[in-house]
Structures are given as structure tokens and as C-alpha cells.
């Protein structure tokens, strides 16, 4: 199947580009309408620009901050693996604390740490091989799962997505938007919605835009539509994201997938998640236990810089939520589908 997605076609934006000397990132925050990339040549760069949104999306975190260790490691002097290592874990630690939802950006970082300890005399180059493979890897699994997740959509169906899941949020391709992707190549998928995904906009700034540059329609929703748009019996899917899924299958993603999952339940529309498996925390036993970022109340005060709400109004704005396991149909990996999630389903297939 998966030689019937022209990948040229539907596949064109890369969020981050390594140039040998410097991470080149896409400034997501400019989007749509100035396509500029930030030159990153420090690790402390690249934490600020993942901690300040200009690249996002758990996968390109995580791949972000393996070509942070290996801008680390170009600025430190050390005779042997075990110096390194401890030269280089102040900037690991730093990269590590610029989001805490993501466990992609945790995970990436542990497996440059295993590479630097397993590496010789050679461990730059082994740094360096490490983040190509993090990047690479990420992009074949996004393909795969495209595959896995749009064979479980009927021909004719819509979907609805949240947040951005795409290219941009990954290595290439996307997770969520990867399978919406393979829905529409393959003739799955005749319609997709997507939510505006406020505050930051993800959905309407990025998500639409992407999918427009590949040539596939989009009808974009304000997130309060989404009860709405499920009631008129336009969407059978809802297909989204995730920043970490526990040992249960509790699965953190963007604020609002929850209550979509709870309205899909109402509805009768089915709820799948899409993401690779290095987004899988198996140390994490549920929901309750993630780190739910919180970011600054002027992301709710003002949009586009322009203020919004009057002075001295407080707002709360946690940007992630958690959707309970038992709302959610489908768990699409790389590694293939988890229908029903629950503990002894995500055991069995991501247990040692
Ligand atoms: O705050 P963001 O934009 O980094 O949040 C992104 C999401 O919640 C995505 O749905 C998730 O990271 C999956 S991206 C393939």
C-alpha cells in the first residue's frame, strides 16, 4: 500500500535542516506568512528556540535537541567517552528542561546518551550518526504508520485533526497528518476538518497551511465547532497527535483533544492517535502523572501581539491535557495497531 502514497507529492516541508555546521530551524512561530529559518550554532540555541515554540511538535523537539548535543559536543574539549559525557551533560540538562510535556525530547536524549557511552575514540562521529538516525528513523516510522492508520478509515469518511501533527512537527510526513495524508493518496478520505487549536493557533497558522501546500483541502473549524461538526455526521474519525503515552495508554496531546475524545465517544466517532514509539513512556503508569506544561497568560491575552481582553484578567493556560485510554479506539505506532488500549494491550506490545 504504502507504494501508492507519491511521497514527493505529499510530503514538502522540513522543519529542521542540519547544514554540517549549524541546525537550521523553521521559525513556526512566523507562520504562515514569513517562511524564515533560524540559525542555531549552540545548544543553549536550539533549547531556546524548542522553549519559544519556533520548533515544535514532540518528534522535531526531540530530533531539535539531538542536533543540540551534537552543537554541545563541537564546543567542548575532552580526552576520552567519559569526559565527554560529563561535559557534556550541563547542556543535556538544559536542552531537557526547555519543554516537559514531549518525552520524545527526553527519549532522543537518553539514546544520544547510550551512543556517546557505547562510542570509542570516534564519539563525535557516533554523536553525529545518532542525530541523523533519530531524524531518519522518525521519518520512516511516520510513513508506516500513514499506511497502519489510514487502512482503519473506510472509503468515503471525514476527519477531523487537532493541533499540527505534520511535516513540520516531525522529520517529515507527520503522525496524525501522516495518516490523513495516506487517507486522501489512497481515496480513504474525502474530507478533513481541522481546529483552530487555540491559543497558539497551531491548527489554523500551521496545519491547514501545510495540507494546502500539498494540494489537499482543508475546512478549518473553531475548536468550539467540533460537537457541532461531529452532530451534522461529517466526520467519522477523529485523528490526532501525542506528546506522551503511558503504560495504560493515557495519551497527553494538545489542549482540547480531550474534550474532543469525549464528544467522539458521544457521537459515535471513532478516536485514533497516532504516534511513534518513541513517544510511548512505559515508566509513566497513567495520565496523572504527566507533567502538564503551562505557559505564560498572554498567549490567552492578545493575538498576533495585539491585546484582547481587558487588563487584569487572569487566565490559566495549560497547553496539554490527557485523554483518558478508554476513549481511544486506536493507537497507531510504527510498530503496528494497538486497537483498545489499555495496560495489558500496551504491555504486550511495548514491554521488554
Ligand atoms: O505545543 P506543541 O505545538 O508542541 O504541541 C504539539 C502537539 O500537541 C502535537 O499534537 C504532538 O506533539 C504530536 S506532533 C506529531
Known sequence: MADDIDYARYDRIRPLRWTGESLAVLDQRKLPFVTEYLTCTTSDEVAA??????VRGAPAIGIAAAWGVVLAERAIVADDVDEAAARLEPALQRLNAARPTAVNLAWALARMRVALARADGNWRQVLEDEAHAIDSEDLAANRRMGSLGAALIERGSGVLTHCNTGSLAT???????????????????????????????????????????DGIDATLIAD?????????GQVQWVVVGADR?????????????????????????????????????????????????ERHSDELHAIAGTRTVAE?????????????????????????????????????????
Request: hydrophobic letters at 50%; one cysteine or more.
Open 224 to 232: 468550539s465547532a467540533a460537537s457541532h461538526l461531529m452532530k451534522t
Open 171 to 213: 522529520a517529515g510526513f507527520g503522525t496524525a497528518l501522516g495518516v490523513i495524508r495516506a487517507g486522501v493518496a489512497l481515496g480513504r478520505i474525502e474530507r478533513v476538518f481541522a481546529g483552530e487549536t487555540r491559543p497558539w493557533l497551531q491548527g489554523a497558522r500551521l496545519t491547514v497551511w501545510e495540507l494546502q501546500q
Open 49 to 54: 528556540a524548542i522553549h519559544s515554540l519556533a
Open 312 to 352: 487584569g484578567i487572569a487566565a490559566w493556560n495549560p497547553v496539554f491535557d490527557v485523554t483518558p485510554h478508554d476513549l481511544i479506539d486506536a493507537i497507531v505506532t510504527q510498530q503496528g495497531v494497538i486497537e483498545r488500549p489499555d495496560a495489558a494491550a500496551m504491555q504486550a506490545a511495548f514491554g521488554d
Open 245 to 293: 503515552i503511558c503504560a495504560n495508554g493515557d495519551t497527553a496531546n494538545k489542549i482540547g483533544t480531550y474534550q474532543l475524545a469525549i464528544a467522539a465517544r458521544y457521537h459515535g466517532v471513532k478516536f485514533m492517535v497516532v504516534a511513534p514509539s518513541s513517544t510511548v513512556d512505559m515508566a509513566t503508569a497513567s495520565g496523572d502523572l504527566i507533567d502538564i506544561e
